[in-house]
């Protein structure tokens, strides 16, 4: 499933949608856990907007977490370090079962120190990423027993 970024149209439906004067909302940053870089900036939907949304605009819609709706408004097309530098190994760990279990990488600037990556968006990004730009990627897989 793809991810829907806001339009003015796609505002302007669920503005009508939830029978609101107005929709303007300042956009919130969703970080990821691991390095605190950027997943994407989104409108949040208050508390009960998500359940009044018709089913066709529930789509474009984000669970951020239990309860919690936003409207994407900025994915970054790449991967994005939130730090000076740019990534020069990429180490991913995997389970028994072919799931990333641990995905890391390291910046030019700071060779010593390592950065997790947490959240499935970025993860995919760092991935397409190594491989685009060829960086050296250290596979592992790591069993439960």
Same mark, same amino acid.
């Given at each position: ?17 939830? @029978? &609101? !004067? ?5 956009? $919130?940053?969703? *970080? %990821?856990? +691991?390095?605190? =870089? ?13 359940? @009044? &949304? !018709? ?5 474009? $819609?984000?669970? *951020? %977490?239990? +309860?919690?709706? =936003? ?75």
């Amino acid at each position: 499933m793809a991810i829907i970024t806001v339009t003015p149209q796609l505002l302007e439906d669920i503005r009508q949608a939830l @029978k &609101l !004067p107005s929709f303007s909302r300042p956009y $919130a940053v969703l *970080l %990821d856990s +691991g390095d605190l =870089g950027t997943v994407f900036t989104y409108i949040p939907l208050l508390a009960g907007e998500y359940e @009044k &949304l !018709p089913p066709e605009l529930k789509k474009a $819609a984000y669970c *951020l %977490d239990k +309860g919690r709706y =936003g409207l994407i408004g900025y994915l970054p097309k790449t991967f994005e370090t939130p730090r000076d530098g740019n990534v020069a190994a990429v180490s991913v760990t995997y389970n028994e079962f072919g799931s990333i279990i641990d995905l890391s990488y390291t910046l030019d600037t700071a060779p010593e120190t390592v950065y997790h990556v947490e959240h499935p968006l970025r993860r995919e990004k760092l991935l397409q990423y190594a491989k685009k730009k060829k960086l050296p990627l250290r596979s592992a897989v790591r069993s439960s027993k």
